[in-house]
Each structure stands twice: as structure tokens, then as C-alpha cells.
């Protein structure tokens, strides 16, 4: 009986360390292969007049499963805000929606029998197909760089990071009053990159960087600076080159937590004007029947 328990624990201790992509030894992978292999082999067995194209019985077929499957994995969102254990945990549920939708791209394109044009019914396979590339994207991303966000972030929380900013802004006020012309260090005060756009964010660095700016000023003055203003500058260049360094790591977060998350501004609108599409893919598709 021990041992039998032992075992027990070490199964539900595996099961709550694997991912989602590999839950229940990659159980909802194989049955989308299934699904996918046995789409092919009957569209390449059966017999279509004149040719395959999503009009013929095996394309309303495929039509259907594939409206389905759809609807179903726009469930996601609803699925979140529950919490349930086993074969309808969140992690099954995630890994069949993953699974699942790639196996739309078997079934959705064998459904048009390669038979595209400018109509809404391509319009609908190509909002698909974006979807699904930017679900891929994102897969990527939650899998590579929340390590690479705590790496940079070194057990610093936000709140810090800005306090950091700011200790350096009234460091540097202070050092400045020594100098003769304290504007352009002063216009590099209270910087705040986090107010930062998305383009800015992705990039991880700013063109109109003022402490750049300064810094730059300050390292060309110390060049022919001597005396006290020489001591002066020097020490306002050493608070500026922390406060890049400060602005760097934040960059770095931002720009990292931005592709981490830009996806869902493409996946998420994409899906609605997906079932949009289909819907009307499919109400024409009744109209001409």
C-alpha cells in the first residue's frame, strides 16, 4: 500500500510539473494527428466530381467539423474564469485548443480543395490562418521568455525599478548645481520609459532618450573641462551612466514582457473578425444551397 501511494504521488507530482503541450503524454497531440492523418487519407481516397472544392459532401463535411472546432476554441477565454481538475483541467483544455486548432490547418485547407479566390470564404481561411500563426507565436513566447524576464529583472519588482530611477534623478539634481549649465542635465530629470509606446516597447530603446542625450553633452564637456568643473562633470557622467544602466534593464523588461504579449492584440481581434467571417461564409454557403 505504500508503495502504491509513493507512486501515486510521484504521478500527481509529474502531472503538476509537465506543460500543456505535454500533458497526459501528449495526448491531445496525438489525437489531432489522428484527426488530421484520417482527413488526409480519405480526402486523397474518396472520389470527387469534377474535383474537391468545399461545395462537395466531403468539403461540407470538413466544413463542419472545422466551424466546430472553431467555436470551441474561442471557448478558451470563458474556460479560464473555471477551475476543474483531471480531463477538464485548464492545462487539458489549453493543450487540446492548441492541438486542435494546428489541425486546422489540415482540415480547414483540405475543406477548400485548394480552390481559393476573392471571395469572404478565403477571407475566412486567411483570418484562420493568422490566428492559428499568431497562436504558434505566442506558444514560442510563453515557452522562452518568462525566463529571460526574471533573468533581467533580478528579483527587482517594478515599484523598485522606478525608485531606482528616481534615487539616481535626485542624485544627479544634486550633483548638477556644481556645474555652469545644468539644462540639458536637469530636461534628462524624471524620465519615465514605461510611459513608453508599443513600437518603443518592442524595440526596447528610445531615439529621444533625454539621459542619452545628456550623457553624451556631459562626456564631450569633460573632455575639455579642468578643475572643479572637471570633478563636477565627472561626477554628474557616473550618475548619468547609472541611470542608463537603470534604463537599460527596464528597456530590456519591457521591450521582452511586449513580445510576450503583443500576440494577443493580433490573435484576439483576428478571432472575432474570424467568426465573423465564418458566419458569413456560412450563411451564404445556406443562401446558395
Known amino acids: 500500500m505504500a508503495t502504491r501511494g509513493a507512486k501515486q504521488i510521484e504521478r500527481s507530482r509529474s502531472s503538476a510539473h509537465e506543460g500543456f503541450l505535454q500533458h497526459r503524454n ?5 489525437i489531432a494527428l489522428g484527426l488530421s492523418i484520417a482527413a488526409l487519407i480519405v480526402y486523397l481516397g474518396v472520389d470527387v466530381e469534377p474535383r474537391h472544392n468545399g461545395g462537395s459532401w466531403y ?10 472546432l472553431i467555436l470551441w476554441l474561442t471557448m478558451l477565454g470563458v474556460r479560464k474564469r473555471a ?15 492548441v492541438y486542435l486548432g494546428l489541425s486546422l490547418i489540415v482540415i480547414a485547407t483540405l475543406h477548400t480543395g485548394f480552390q481559393l479566390g476573392w471571395n469572404v470564404h478565403t477571407l475566412a481561411y486567411v483570418l484562420m490562418m493568422i490566428v492559428i500563426l499568431s497562436g504558434i507565436y505566442g506558444i514560442i513566447a510563453y515557452s522562452t521568455l518568462p525566463e ?16 531606482t530611477i528616481a ?11 556644481l556645474l555652469e549649465d545644468t539644462e540639458i542635465v536637469r530636461s534628462s530629470l524624471k524620465e519615465n520609459p514605461f ?27 569633460l573632455a575639455t573641462a579642468t578643475g572643479e568643473q572637471e570633478d563636477a562633470i565627472r561626477a554628474v557622467v557616473q550618475l ?3 541611470k542608463a544602466a537603470a534604463l537599460a534593464r527596464i528597456r530590456r523588461q519591457l521591450k521582452i514582457k ?28 445556406f443562401y446558395y444551397w
Open 26 to 30: 501528449h495526448r491531445w497531440l496525438k
Open 59 to 68: 468539403g461540407y463535411t470538413l466544413g463542419t467539423i472545422g466551424a466546430l
Open 83 to 97: 477551475m476543474t481538475r483531471g480531463y477538464f483541467s485548464l492545462k487539458a483544455w489549453t493543450s487540446a485548443h
Open 148 to 163: 529571460a524576464l526574471s533573468d533581467n529583472r533580478s528579483e527587482m519588482t517594478r515599484s523598485q525599478m522606478i525608485e
Open 167 to 177: 534615487k539616481l534623478d535626485r542624485q544627479i539634481d544634486i550633483a548638477a548645481q
Open 195 to 221: 510611459r513608453a509606446g508599443i513600437f518603443a516597447r518592442l524595440s526596447g530603446s528610445d531615439r529621444n532618450c533625454r539621459n542619452a542625450r545628456a550623457l553624451q553633452d556631459m562626456r564631450a564637456r
Open 240 to 242: 548619468l551612466e547609472r
Open 258 to 285: 511586449a513580445r510576450l504579449e503583443v500576440w494577443l492584440f493580433i490573435h484576439v481581434p483576428t478571432t472575432f473578425a474570424l467568426i465573423a467571417a465564418l458566419s458569413v461564409h456560412i450563411l451564404s454557403v
